[in-house]
Nanobody, 119 residues
Framework: VQLQASGGGLVQAGGSLRLSCAAS????????MGWYRQAPGKQRELVAT???????TYALSVKDRSTISRDNAKNAVYLQMSGLKPEDTAVYYC??????????????WGQGTQVTVSS
């Protein structure tokens, strides 16, 4: 099982971007999915999570500027962010709780995608 994230890049302040992450492999079921980020010199922090049923939670810092969504048929999760600020600059990681076929439920992480917001 692996997660592949994409969609990062260089964006001007006030701009928007959409991050995507797809899970692949021998997957029986995917439970919660989410996005985290880690800025230089800081700890990894939660950005947003979404349950399989579509219930979402957000960090206060992004709550009014972000929308997390998922496509269960595609084993994918997305993060749409607008009104980007320089403090949103970080490596963004997708995360998913996955029950693999023939295995147990585990926490999986994507490889990270860099988001840089210029002022």
């Amino acid at each position: 099982v692996q997660l592949q994230a994409s969609g990062g890049g260089l964006v001007q302040a006030g701009g928007s971007l959409r991050l995507s992450c797809a899970a692949s492999g021998r997957i029986f079921n995917i439970y919660d999915m989410g996005w985290y980020r880690q800025a230089p010199g800081k700890q990894r922090e939660l950005v947003a999570t979404i349950t399989r049923a579509g219930s979402a939670t957000y960090a206060l810092s992004v709550k009014d500027r972000s929308t997390i969504s998922r496509d269960n048929a595609k084993n994918a999760v997305y993060l749409q962010m607008s009104g980007l600020k320089p403090e949103d600059t970080a490596v963004y990681y997708c995360n998913a709780e996955i029950w693999a076929i023939g295995g147990a439920q585990n926490d999986y992480w994507g490889q990270g995608t860099q988001v840089t917001v210029s002022s």
